[in-house]
């Protein structure tokens, strides 16, 4: 059975890294999803279950770096998101939500990101932005604060999940190859 798994990866081109990596997705996406939606569980409307992807998928997106970097990069992609969360938090207090308000913030969140020389960060900065403006045009039950401080909470959720995941199977496959 196992050379039969070894002949499947090498047909596919595939090998232990990649499958490690694609479990870890796995690991992080779902936990990140459960986690993110045990904490709004009490939220009602879209905001739930918008909250539970959204961890998941700032947990994906830092594990698409190395794991040599993945420390530097999620503590970068908490500072994009802070910003992106805050700056569309600030401009729904003032303003109603509105696709104008959206191509606004994102705008911004993305001219912040770059002008503070983390430019790998505006994307998922950016979409924090998206995120929290599609939740206050679908809902009006949370203030704005609360919806962008959410957002944010959500996002700390998958990338901590996403480090704790690299690292622990960094560390196993580190021990396993000294066995091997």
Known sequence: MAMLGKKFLQHCELNADIVIRAVEGGIVGSAAFLIGRHLVQHVEGPGAIIGAVWS???????????????????????????????????YLLVLPPSVWGLALCTF????????????????????????IMGVSILSKVHSPLVNA????????????????????????????????
């Open 56 to 90: 998941a998928i700032a947990g994906l997106v830092v594990l698409q770096t190395g794991r040599a970097d993945i420390l530097r990069f999620s503590g970068l992609q908490a500072v994009g998101t802070f910003i992106g969360a805050f700056i569309s938090g600030v």
């Open 108 to 131: 911004l969140t993305s001219i912040a990101c770059y002008a503070m020389h983390i430019s790998d960060q505006a994307r998922l900065a950016s979409a924090a932005a998206v995120v």
């Open 149 to 180: 401080e959410l957002r944010f909470v959500e996002s700390l959720i998958g990338l901590t999940l996403a480090v704790a995941v690299s690292l622990a199977f960094s560390a196993v496959t580190r021990i396993l190859r000294r066995f091997a």
